[in-house]
Nanobody, 124 residues
């Protein structure tokens, strides 16, 4: 079974920062073969795209809502993808998921592998 495990979530005040990590089990998934994405889902809302990074990191795309504040990166040698979140706002509060896709995509349906999610709560 493919394993993607997110970590780094927590409670932070508005304006603060968090760094999320998503580690893949090399026995089941080598992220170098995948576009890696971050999504988030707030209570009562649909899961929404946050950012993705292509196989070697040459192309990166962000949702407008996080552009300039969040940075996605990957370390294929460590089989890990990151999301650095700065200048956090209360509206960033959500469960954050990492996911893997075999193509460049922004919709959740095009990602075949998912982590269990990590909660990010931003207080005002």
């Amino acid at each position: 079974q493919v394993q993607l495990v997110e970590s780094g979530g927590g409670l932070v005040q508005a304006g603060g920062s968090l760094r999320l990590s998503c580690a893949a089990s090399e026995r089941t998934l080598s992220i170098s073969n995948y576009v890696m994405g971050w999504f988030r889902q707030a209570p009562g809302k649909e899961r929404e795209f946050v950012a993705h990074i292509t196989w070697r990191g040459f192309n990166i795309y962000y949702a407008d809502s996080v552009k300039g504040r969040f940075t996605i990166s990957r370390d294929n040698a460590k089989n890990t993808v990151y999301l650095q979140m700065n200048s956090l706002k209360p509206e960033d509060t959500a469960v954050y998921y990492c996911a893997a896709s075999q193509k460049v995509a922004v919709t959740p349906y095009e990602y075949g592998y998912w982590g269990q999610g990590t909660q990010v709560t931003v207080s005002s």
